[in-house]
């Protein structure tokens, strides 16, 4: 069982940043893949980013390519969303996931999901 809790989120003005943290329980953290999804509101959840658990590869949306940066600490079982440049339309709640071993885009496949952290983005 892994139990994930997320901070960071807030309210921040067109094209400023914010920096994530999602914090997980566990001692087998380095084995797990770890992503980022939001949900906006009457919309589904959709992927953001993901990064693997051995080569710690990073893949992104197309949609925050070059604006975010997923990263991980395994010393601190902690997994990071640095986001740039944001837009009215980041404003979501944003959530961490993990699951064993590999990476994927489909939010069913993750096992473990904090609680969400809201961003509001103001223009």
């Known amino acids: 069982q892994v139990h994930m809790v997320e901070s960071g989120g807030g309210l921040v003005q067109a094209g400023g940043s914010l920096r994530l943290s999602c914090a997980a329980s566990?001692?087998?953290?380095?084995?797990?893949?770890l992503a980022w999804f939001c949900q906006a509101p009457g919309k589904e959840r959709e992927f953001l980013a993901a990064?693997?658990?051995?080569?710690?590869?990073?893949y992104y949306a197309d949609s925050v390519k070059g604006r975010f940066t997923i990263s991980r600490d395994n010393a601190k079982n902690t997994v990071y969303l640095q986001m740039n440049s944001l837009e009215p339309d980041d404003t979501a709640v944003y959530y961490c996931?993990?699951?064993?071993?590999?990476?994927?885009?489909?939010?069913?496949?993750?096992?473990?999901w904090g609680q969400g952290t809201q961003v509001t983005v103001s223009s």
């Open positions: 996931t993990a699951r064993l071993y590999y990476v994927s885009r489909s939010e069913d496949k993750y096992n473990y």
């Open positions: 566990g001692r087998t953290f380095s084995s797990y893949a």
């Open positions: 990064i693997a658990s051995i080569s710690e590869t990073t």
